[in-house]
């Protein structure tokens, strides 16, 4: 049975940094694409990136040059660093997995329960 945990959404200040992280269990973690999404309430979900399982990452425009997705496979974990955070990055943020790359949610089998970010302004 395939598990994605994420952990670290919390309340933080316009301009601060957060880093959220997905524990994956039940899967070959090295052979799957792990993706980031996230969904405004009210919002549809909406892609952030994702990284290969060799470490290519893709980001949306959106979030490029202050959010870093890396994966430490030895530890079955992905993480998602956010620095610069805004107001609209607001959302509860997903983990997910697939063995294909995507940037649309559909295409991903296995997902998180979320995590919440709040940025204040």
């Known amino acids: 049975q395939v598990q994605l945990v994420e952990s670290g959404g919390r309340l933080v200040q316009a301009g601060g940094s957060l880093r959220l992280s997905c524990a994956a269990s039940?899967?070959?973690?090295?052979?799957?694409?792990m993706g980031w999404f996230r969904q405004a309430p009210g919002k549809e979900r909406q892609f952030v990136g994702y990284?290969?399982?060799?470490?290519?990452?893709y980001y949306a425009d959106s979030v490029k040059g202050r959010f870093t997705i890396s994966r430490d496979n030895a530890k079955n974990t992905v993480y998602l660093q956010m620095n610069s955070l805004k107001p609209e990055d607001t959302a509860v943020y997903y983990c997910?997995?697939?063995?294909?790359?995507?940037?649309?949610?559909?295409?991903?089998?296995?997902w998180g329960q979320g995590t919440q970010v709040t940025v204040s302004s």
């Open positions: 039940g899967l070959t973690f090295s052979s799957y694409f």
């Open positions: 990284i290969s399982w060799g470490g290519y990452t």
């Open positions: 997910a997995a697939d063995r294909r790359a995507g940037n649309v949610h559909s295409e991903y089998a296995y």
